[in-house]
């Protein structure tokens, strides 16, 4: 871990090792494959003569010559015919191999175009799907820090339905500068929303309103997370390793469920003055699964809120509140509302 989405040109990534989307001759053509050749220089045209080309799913590595990377994956996407001949499972290959190699070879940080989307035809959605999920099975077992690079906002689009669900949350919600009360019981969504009221003399925040109806004694759960935070003294990592024991949760799985890397956890764990980003706490919180009254709990044990005025917030909010932890899921959402995902 972790995984970022960043718009960016893949030649001008700055790490261990960048895949090339190739053709089979691995000779250069047009797209990612093309800027690729041009940047690289000749030399990379010359190494990719002797490889003998390569198959659909497969990958092959060569040296990087002029890019700012050491090494260029080369692999093979499939092209789009319909969803019948075995296209998901050739892309899959394409991430898996590429990611194996990058291993053999000691690379710690890999930027991947998003395979076969283009010229290919790969709807775009489901092209980003299979290389999240692939490239997130990857990273659960093992450490390396993973770029998708989107070259064209354009060439990126999350699922209609809920690009409009949280486009309606934040309208609902975003204030510029002042607070807006929310809608009561969200009655836009699907499932009715039951929120954590685990104390007697708890009372619901003006920005956060639910019917009274929906607040009861007997919603108090037998074993409470928000009754563990709520008069809590202790640092944000004891904290943390408390709500770790409570969910039964290993520390490695946490931070690998949280998209945040090693090194970071070594520092909250180990560095007393360390002060985590509210980015590393709500993506600690997504891992953990908590309630949006138990995030925001964890967030003031370093000092954050949610704020309606921030459209961040706003869509930590919204996932939060339907029960969406799906990580990369959100990361999708906040790439494409141009705000920062989480993890480190």
Same mark, same amino acid.
């Given at each position: 871990?972790?995984?970022?989405?960043?718009?960016?040109?893949?030649?001008?990534?700055?790490?261990?090792?960048?895949?090339?989307?190739?053709?089979?001759?691995?000779?250069?053509?047009?797209?990612?494959?093309?800027?690729?050749?041009?940047?690289?220089?000749?030399?990379?045209?010359?190494?990719? *003569?002797?490889?003998?080309? #390569?198959?659909?799913?497969?990958?092959?590595?060569?040296?990087?010559?002029?890019?700012?990377?050491?090494?260029?994956?080369?692999?093979?996407?499939?092209?789009?015919?319909?969803?019948? *001949?075995?296209?998901?499972?050739? =892309?899959?290959?394409?991430?898996?191999?590429?990611? =194996?190699?990058?291993?053999?070879?000691?690379?710690?940080?890999?930027?991947?175009?998003?395979?076969?989307?283009?010229?290919?035809?790969?709807?775009?959605?489901?092209?980003?799907?299979?290389?999240?999920?692939?490239?997130?099975?990857?990273?659960?077992?093992?450490?390396?820090?993973?770029?998708?690079?989107?070259?064209?906002?354009?060439?990126?689009?999350?699922?209609?339905?809920?690009?409009?669900?949280?486009?309606?949350?934040?309208?609902?919600?975003?204030?510029?500068?002042?607070?807006?009360?929310?809608?009561?019981?969200?009655?836009?969504?699907?499932?009715?929303?039951?929120?954590?009221?685990?104390?007697?003399?708890?009372?619901?925040?003006?920005?956060?309103?639910?019917?009274?109806?929906?607040?009861?004694?007997?919603?108090?759960?037998?074993?409470?997370?928000?009754?563990?935070?709520?008069?809590?003294?202790?640092?944000?990592?004891?904290?943390?390793?408390?709500?770790?024991?409570?969910?039964?949760?290993?520390?490695?799985? #946490?931070?690998?469920?949280?998209?945040?890397?090693?090194?970071?956890?070594?520092?909250?764990?180990?560095?007393?003055?360390?002060?985590?980003? *509210?980015?590393?706490?709500?993506?600690?919180?997504?891992?953990?699964?908590?309630?949006?009254?138990?995030?925001?709990?964890?967030?003031?044990?370093?000092?954050?809120? =949610?704020?309606?005025?921030?459209?961040?917030?706003?869509?930590?909010?919204?996932?939060?509140?339907?029960?969406?932890?799906?990580?990369?899921?959100?990361?999708?959402?906040?790439?494409?509302?141009?705000?920062?995902?989480?993890?480190?």
């Amino acid at each position: 871990m972790p995984l970022h989405i960043v718009k960016n040109d893949i030649t001008k990534i700055k790490c261990d090792a960048i895949v090339n989307a190739a053709n089979n001759t691995l000779l250069g053509g047009g797209g990612v494959d093309g800027a690729i050749h041009k940047v690289a220089g000749v030399g990379l045209l010359e190494e990719c *003569k002797t490889l003998g080309g #390569c198959e659909t799913g497969d990958a092959k590595i060569t040296k990087g010559y002029n890019l700012p990377c050491k090494y260029v994956i080369h692999t093979v996407g499939p092209i789009w015919q319909g969803g019948q *001949k075995g296209e998901r499972e050739k =892309l899959e290959s394409c991430y898996k191999k590429s990611l =194996l190699i990058a291993k053999e070879r000691g690379v710690e940080t890999i930027a991947f175009p998003i395979i076969s989307s283009g010229a290919y035809g790969y709807p775009k959605q489901d092209a980003m799907s299979v290389a999240v999920d692939t490239i997130s099975r990857f990273l659960l077992l093992n450490e390396m820090t993973v770029y998708l690079v989107v070259f064209d906002k354009t060439a990126f689009k999350i699922n209609d339905r809920l690009y409009l669900g949280v486009k309606r949350f934040i309208d609902d919600n975003y204030a510029d500068g002042e607070v807006r009360p929310k809608m009561t019981a969200y009655k836009s969504f699907n499932r009715q929303i039951e929120p954590n009221f685990a104390q007697n003399d708890f009372s619901v925040s003006e920005d956060f309103c639910f019917e009274q109806s929906v607040v009861s004694k007997s919603l108090k759960p037998k074993i409470s997370l928000v009754e563990m935070l709520a008069n809590i003294d202790d640092t944000f990592a004891v904290t943390l390793l408390k709500l770790i024991d409570h969910k039964k949760m290993s520390e490695v799985k #946490c931070y690998k469920m949280a998209n945040v890397s090693k090194q970071t956890w070594y520092k909250i764990m180990n560095e007393r003055d360390y002060k985590p980003s *509210k980015n590393t706490v709500i993506a600690f919180a997504i891992a953990l699964k908590l309630t949006l009254e138990e995030t925001r709990r964890l967030l003031a044990t370093v000092g954050f809120t =949610l704020s309606k005025s921030s459209k961040f917030d706003i869509i930590i909010e919204y996932f939060l509140t339907i029960g969406e932890y799906d990580i990369f899921k959100i990361n999708q959402t906040l790439f494409e509302f141009d705000q920062v995902c989480l993890g480190v």
